[in-house]
């Protein structure tokens, strides 16, 4: 069974402190890793997809990386607009059918000025 | 570009009776999706549609949910006999279902739920 497990569930930053979000996964069979940021009483929006150990992506004050294990959203001198409920999707190999993402539980981030 | 959207945003039902929450997915988007997401526990996946095959119903928690999608764009979920149990965001995505590196799902804002 694919399972993603998220950490911390909740973090609270100062302006300007930097910081790292985990999303651990066990999946068999890995097409791809998603982040995604959710606002109050919003859907998620899209941030990231990350395909193969190694990779990283950027946008803005957001990196993330993965490995074989796990998937970092390192967050850089984060702003009070990067306070959201940030989620870590994964999607198994399009050759087995499948094409639902399995989230995790999210981590709520809280920047204060 | 428009986005994904649903209606009604809201919504609040009585225990036993039946909802239609309503999809339309980004134009050109041929696979959709239903989530629920419940007070604090994660998305929960329950259906997908891609172009004319056939649905994978696997996520659907009872025989009271189902779902269609006519003319391969809007979707509709009904719930019968609703639960208190039932209530939650759902929320619907599409993405291009070319299967490249592209495919990415994209949600809309939800349906909030509520049967009392």
């Known amino acids: 069974e694919d399972q993603v497990t998220q950490s911390p569930e909740a973090l609270r930053l100062q302006e300007g402190e930097s910081s790292s979000l985990n999303c651990s996964y066990t999946v068999s069979g890995l097409r791809g890793l998603f982040w995604y940021r959710q606002d109050p009483g919003k859907g998620p929006e899209f941030l990231f997809t990350?395909?193969?150990a190694g990779e990283e992506k950027e946008k803005e004050r957001l990196k993330a990386t993965l490995t074989k294990k796990e998937s970092f959203l390192h967050i850089t001198a984060p702003k009070p607009e990067d306070s959201a409920t940030y989620l870590c999707?994964?999607?198994?190999?399009?050759?087995?059918?499948?094409?639902?993402?399995?989230f995790g539980s999210g981590t709520r981030l809280q920047v204060q000025p | 570009g428009a986005g994904v959207s649903q209606s009604p945003s809201n919504k609040v039902t009585e225990k036993g009776k039946d909802v239609e929450l309503r999809c339309d997915p980004i134009s050109g988007h041929t696979a959709l999706y239903w989530y629920r997401q419940s007070l604090g526990q994660g998305l929960e996946f329950l259906i997908y549609f891609q172009g004319n095959s056939a649905p994978d119903k696997s996520g659907l928690p009872s025989d009271r949910f189902s779902a269609e999608r006519t003319g391969g764009s809007v979707s509709t979920l009904t719930i019968q006999r609703t639960q208190q149990e039932d209530s939650a965001v759902y929320l619907c995505?599409?993405?291009?279902?070319?299967?490249?590196?592209?495919?990415?799902?994209?949600f809309g804002p939800g349906t909030r739920l509520t049967v009392l």
């Open positions: 990350l395909y193969s």
């Open positions: 995505a599409s993405s291009l279902g070319s299967g490249g590196s592209t495919d990415t799902q994209y």
């Open positions: 999707a994964v999607q198994v190999r399009w050759d087995t059918g499948r094409r639902a993402l399995t």
